[in-house]
C-alpha cells in the first residue's frame, strides 16, 4: 500500500490521516496550524508545521500527497508542492474542483494530480473535531478529465475506499455544478434564514422549532470555509443561485396576487421525494475496465448516473448505479 | 380540572387527547378522519367521527374545546360549535392566529376563545404520528388581546402546562409575525432548495450530503398542510418573503460583482450564534398577576421579551425570560 503524505491536519484532513493509518498505510502530515500539529502528534501521528520537509519526505518516498488546506490557501500549497515534490502523485480534498485543477496545471505542473472531494464533514472544524470513521460510506468524488492518468486516479480511488468512503467518478465542472446545487446553495439558504429569522427578534428565538433548527443549521460553519467554497465556485454556483432566486421569487409572485402556493410546494415536495427515491432504489452492479480505450468515458457515465464505485481491483472499477 | 373535548385527532390533537388523558383530565374527541377515530377508539379513547354530538357533550360538561383541524377546515367547525356549543371554552392548535380569531368571532361570537399554537411536530402527520410526549418542553403560544377574558386564557394556558409545554403569551399578529420568519419561511426555503437539488439529477442525488438533508427536510412535509400555513398566513408571509428574496439578490449581486460574500455569510453566521445565545442565556424570574389591570400587557411583555411561563397558580403567571 503506498504511503500517504496529508498536508493541513484539519477536520478532512485529521481524518484522512487517522482512516490512512487505520486501514494499515504509512502516514505521516504536515500543517501551518500549530494545534493540529500538537493534537496530531499527542496521538501518536507523525506531525510537524514543516510542510517543506513533509514534501520532500513524499518525494523520496513517492507517497501520495493529499492537500487537505483551506480552498484559498491551496495556491501557496501547490507552489511548495511543485518545488518540494514536484513530480509525486497528488489529490486534494477541497469543495470545488475546477479552481484547483487549473491552479495544480499552473503550480505543479510536472505532479500527477487528480482531484478529489469526499462528502462529508461537520459544522466544528479542527483536529479534534476529525475521526477515523468521518468517511464511513461517504461519497468521495474522484475526477476524471480528457487527460486524467488512469493509474494515479486508481490511487486515489483506491485511498478513499481504503478510509471506508466509495467513490464517485466526475469531470470537475460536473463535480463543480452539483456541489453548488447541494452543498454551497444550502449554506447560502441557511445564511438566509438565520439573518431573517434573528431579526425577528427574541420572540422569533424563543418559538424556533425544528423546521428553523435544521434549515439554519449549516450557518453556524465557521464563515471563511463558508466563503472558501460559495465564492470559490462563483461560476456553477450563480446560475444555481438565479435558479433559486427565480423560484423564491415564483412564490412571492404567486402570494401575493392568487395567494396560492401550490405549485411551488409540490415542486419542492417532489425534490424531496426524489432524493428519498434515489436512496431507496435498488443498485445494479456495474464494471469499468481500467485500461480500455474508453475508460475515462465509462467511469464517468456511472458518475453521472448517480452511481458510485465500491471496490477496485488490478484492472477493474466494481461498481452500482441505482 | 376541567375536561377536554378535542376536534381533529391527527397529528397534534391525537396528540393532546393523549396527554391530556395522561394529564388525569376526562377526555374525548372527534373527527371526520375514520380511520384516525378508529385508532383512538382502538387504544381506549372516547372517539367518534361525530363532530356535532361530541361538541353537545362538551356544551353539557363545559368541557374546554380544543380544535385540531387543519387550517382549511377551520371555518366549518367554528359553524359546528356556534351550533351545537355556543358559549364554550373554545381553543385551537393551528399555526395561524390572526385569520382564526376573526373566523371565531364570526362564527362562534359567543364562545370564550383563546387561540393557541403549540410549536411541536413533525414531517409526518395522522393519529398513529403523535404520542403523549410530543409537547415535552415545546413553546406553546396563547394568545392574549385586548379583549381577551384572562379566565378562558388561564384555562387554555393550564391545559398546555399539563401536557409538557410552556406558554408563550402573544398576540395573534406578533404571533403570525415570528412564525412567519421561523416556521413558514424555512418551508418555503426547503421546497426551494429541494427543488433546485432535484434539478440537478442523479449526480445531484447522489452527492447530497448533511447539509443538503438537514436543508430539504421538511419539504417531505404533506404539500396540503405547508400550503394551509403559508397560504394562511398570507399577509405577516409576505414582507418576510421579501426580506428573504432580498438577501439572497444581495448574494447573487455581490457574487456576480465583487465576488465576496461576506457581509451575507457573516449575517447567518451571527444569526445562527443568536439563536444559540437565546437557547443558553441564563434564565431570571418573572411573575404576572393575573387580577392586575395591566396584567394583558404584562403578559405579552414577557412573551416579547422571549420568555416564557412555566407554572400557573390560581392568579399568578410564573415564568422566565432569557
Redesign the interface.
Given at each position: 500500500m503506498r504511503d500517504v503524505c496529508v498536508i493541513g491536519l484539519g477536520l478532512i484532513g485529521g481524518s484522512v490521516l487517522r482512516a490512512a493509518a487505520a486501514a494499515g498505510r504509512r502516514v505521516w502530515g504536515a500543517t501551518t496550524a500549530e494545534a493540529d500539529a500538537e493534537a496530531a502528534v499527542v496521538e501518536g501521528f507523525d506531525a510537524s508545521t514543516d510542510v517543506a520537509a513533509a514534501l520532500r519526505t513524499a518525494a523520496e518516498r513517492d507517497a501520495l500527497v493529499v492537500l487537505a488546506v483551506p480552498l484559498t490557501a491551496i495556491e501557496e500549497v501547490l507552489r511548495t508542492v511543485g518545488e518540494c515534490a514536484p513530480s509525486c502523485l497528488l489529490t486534494d480534498v477541497t469543495s470545488v474542483k475546477t479552481g484547483v485543477l487549473t491552479a495544480a496545471r499552473a503550480f505543479a505542473p510536472n505532479a500527477r494530480f487528480v482531484g478529489g472531494h469526499p462528502?462529508?464533514?461537520?459544522a466544528e472544524s479542527g483536529w479534534r473535531a476529525g475521526g477515523a470513521t468521518l468517511f464511513d460510506g461517504?461519497?468521495w468524488?474522484v475526477c476524471v478529465e480528457d487527460d486524467t492518468d488512469l493509474a494515479a486516479w486508481a490511487e486515489v480511488a483506491r485511498l478513499a475506499l481504503d478510509v471506508g468512503a466509495h467513490v464517485?467518478p466526475?469531470t470537475a465542472s460536473?463535480?463543480d455544478?452539483?456541489?453548488a446545487?447541494?452543498?454551497h446553495?444550502?449554506?447560502?439558504?441557511?445564511?438566509?434564514?438565520?439573518?431573517?429569522?434573528?431579526?425577528?427578534?427574541?420572540?422569533?428565538?424563543?418559538?424556533?422549532?425544528?423546521?428553523?433548527?435544521?434549515?439554519?443549521?449549516?450557518?453556524?460553519?465557521?464563515?471563511e470555509l463558508?466563503?472558501a467554497m460559495?465564492?470559490g465556485n462563483?461560476e456553477a454556483?450563480?446560475p444555481?443561485?438565479?435558479?433559486?432566486?427565480g423560484?423564491?421569487?415564483a412564490?412571492?409572485g404567486s402570494?401575493?396576487s392568487t395567494?396560492?402556493?401550490?405549485v411551488?410546494?409540490?415542486?419542492?415536495?417532489?425534490?424531496?421525494?426524489?432524493?428519498?427515491e434515489?436512496?431507496q432504489a435498488t443498485p445494479s452492479g456495474v464494471r469499468v475496465t481500467l485500461s480500455a480505450p474508453d475508460a475515462r468515458d465509462g467511469l464517468r457515465a456511472l458518475?453521472?448516473?448517480?452511481?458510485?464505485i465500491t471496490s477496485l481491483t488490478a484492472d477493474t472499477a466494481i461498481g452500482e448505479v441505482?
Open positions: 462528502m462529508a464533514g461537520t461517504a461519497a468524488v464517485v466526475l460536473t463535480h455544478e452539483a456541489v446545487r447541494i452543498s446553495l444550502p449554506h447560502l439558504l441557511a445564511a438566509v434564514l438565520a439573518a431573517v429569522g434573528a431579526d425577528g427578534g427574541p420572540v422569533a428565538m424563543a418559538l424556533a422549532a425544528g423546521s428553523y433548527t435544521d434549515g439554519t443549521r449549516v450557518a453556524a460553519t465557521r464563515p463558508v466563503r460559495t465564492e462563483r454556483l450563480l444555481v443561485l438565479d435558479e433559486a432566486l423560484r423564491l421569487g412564490m412571492r402570494l401575493a395567494g396560492g402556493l401550490a411551488s410546494i409540490n415542486s419542492g415536495h417532489e425534490g424531496a421525494r426524489a432524493l428519498a434515489a436512496r458518475g453521472e448516473r448517480g452511481g458510485r441505482r
